[in-house]
T-cell receptor, first 117, second 112 residues
Framework: ETGVTQTPRHLVMGMTNKKSLKCEQH?????MYWYKQSAKKPLELMFV???????ENNSVPSRFSPECPNSSHLFLHLHTLQPEDSALYLC????????????????FGEGSRLTVL | KQEVTQIPAALSVPEGENLVLNCSFT??????LQWFRQDPGKGLTSLLL?????REQTSGRLNASLDKSSGRSTLYIAASQPGDSATYLC???????????FGQGTTLQVKP
């Protein structure tokens, strides 16, 4: 099994739909992250979970709702999105987030390409 | 506010050349710097991680250096191959915010 697995790889949704992105890591890590990658822009950190607790919400609109039921799984629930939310959403994990720092090496999934019509 | 810049945005070289990718950061208070590779439509693959106390890291044909005082890191690729074609991103861990700040990447094309 690959280290960090994301599903679905591609998702097309209307602005009134509700969908979810899923991330699973098989590395025994304790910290998990959601990043957004838009064209022509650097990666943007969205959320951080450390030992299942949310430790970072980078001013993300409430139409994005994360869920971390355990250290191996991370979800991003999507509802009433806008066309500008179309992007590649990347999940990552690291051993843990010592204090507030990403001290360890980050491992990324393949990403979920989201298109909002 | 930490900003990370990668120049050039794109680079095309013939196969076999040694090349250097540049990464600069505005705040020298970093706790690590990471280099990643991203193939089109894919996620990021970690290449090298340099802790703030280190000066360089090597893996195969790759060598990354870190100079905190000048706010620079370089990724040296020896004997480039077409398979090295990808986007290379650097990310600096900001000691002030605890966040990893990414550059926009350098897209490398190695021509056979």
């Amino acid at each position: 099994e690959t280290g960090v697995t994301q599903t679905p790889r591609h998702l097309v949704m209307g602005m009134t739909n509700k969908k979810s992105l899923k991330c699973e890591q098989h590395l025994g890590h304790n910290a998990m992250y959601w990043y957004k990658q838009s064209a022509k822009k650097p990666l943007e950190l969205m959320f951080v979970y450390n030992f299942k607790e949310q430790t970072e919400n980078n001013s993300v609109p409430s139409r994005f709702s994360p869920e971390c039921p355990n250290s191996s799984h991370l979800f991003l629930h999507l509802h009433t999105l806008q066309p500008e939310d179309s992007a590649l959403y990347l999940c990552a994990s690291s051993q843990d987030r010592g204090g507030r720092r990403d001290t360890g090496e980050l491992f990324f999934g393949e990403g979920s390409r989201l298109t909002v019509l | 506010k930490q900003e990370v810049t990668q120049i050039p945005a794109a680079l095309s070289v013939p196969e076999g050349e040694n090349l250097v990718l540049n990464c600069s950061f505005t705040d020298s208070a970093i706790y690590n710097l990471q280099w990643f590779r991203q193939d089109p439509g894919k996620g990021l693959t970690s290449l090298l991680l340099i802790q703030s106390s280190q000066r360089e890291q090597t893996s195969g044909r790759l060598n990354a250096s870190l100079d905190k005082s000048s706010g620079r890191s370089t990724l040296y690729i020896a004997a480039s191959q077409p398979g090295d074609s990808a986007t290379y991103l650097c990310a600096a861990g900001s000691s002030n915010t605890g966040k990893l700040i990414f550059g926009q990447g350098t897209t490398l094309q190695v021509k056979p």
